[in-house]
């Protein structure tokens, strides 16, 4: 079988191989931060950068890392890309940094990253392997936003901090804690696979 193309690759990390509808993959940080949309979203950009950096990096090392000791070069290049997306934060957007606590630094353990580095750059050319962690990064963060919208508009009666509720809006407080996270990603992914079911869902196989 031949390499996959761009479109293809798009298609794989967006929908087809969705690191949440399809693989439930990176669920903590969803967990955690979608309670306020501006959080998501900041967390989520990190999040693609270090995916599609790191998958490029891993896949330019890829001929010259042992195997024996890739899973550690790995770690390491994810870690100082995580790093550098913390500082910027701290020096353009301090509030959020704040906001965010732990988060940030908890990137490096998004199995995401290295799974993508694992399955798909340790065995392909550098922009292939950069795409191909930008379209998961974007797979992942599409469901993130989804979630953080309806989280932030029923917790709080708001859309990145903007009011749009009636004033008398009575706030679901449950939206605001871990488990309105747990419940609303669980009724995403049903909607999704339920609406959209893979090959093999589709079969029975």
Do not use: H
């Not at 790191?54 to 790995?74: A, D, F, I, K, Y």
């Not at 913390?86 to 301090?94: E, F, I, M, T």
């Not at 917790?155 to 903007?162: E, K, L, P, R, S």
């Not at 004033?167 to 407080?173: K, P, V």
């Amino acid at each position: 079988m031949g390499k996959p193309g761009a479109g293809t690759i798009m298609l794989n990390g967006l929908w087809r191989e969705n690191p949440i509808f399809r693989q439930i993959l990176g669920i903590c940080s969803a967990l955690a931060v979608t309670n306020l949309l501006v959080n998501t979203v900041t967390l989520c950009a990190g999040m693609v950068a270090v995916t599609a950096l790191s998958s490029g990096t891993v896949s330019l090392l890829r001929n010259v890392t042992p195997r024996r000791v890739r899973m550690m070069v790995q770690v390491l290049i994810i870690a100082s890309y995580v790093i550098l997306v913390d500082l910027v934060l701290k020096a353009y957007l301090p509030e959020i940094s704040k906001a965010l606590g732990p988060y940030v630094g908890l990137i490096i353990t998004n199995c995401i990253i290295m799974g993508r580095a694992e399955a798909f750059a340790g065995s392909n050319r550098v922009l292939p392997s950069m795409l191909d962690g930008l379209a998961s990064g974007l797979g992942y963060s599409l469901v993130l936003v989804c979630v953080a919208v309806v989280r932030e508009l029923l917790g709080f009666g708001t859309i990145w901090n903007v009011a749009l509720m009636p004033e008398d809006f009575t706030r679901w407080t449950l939206m605001v804690m871990a488990p309105g996270a747990f419940f609303m990603l669980g009724i995403f992914i049903w909607i999704a696979r339920g609406l959209f079911p893979s090959k093999a869902e589709a079969t029975g196989s």
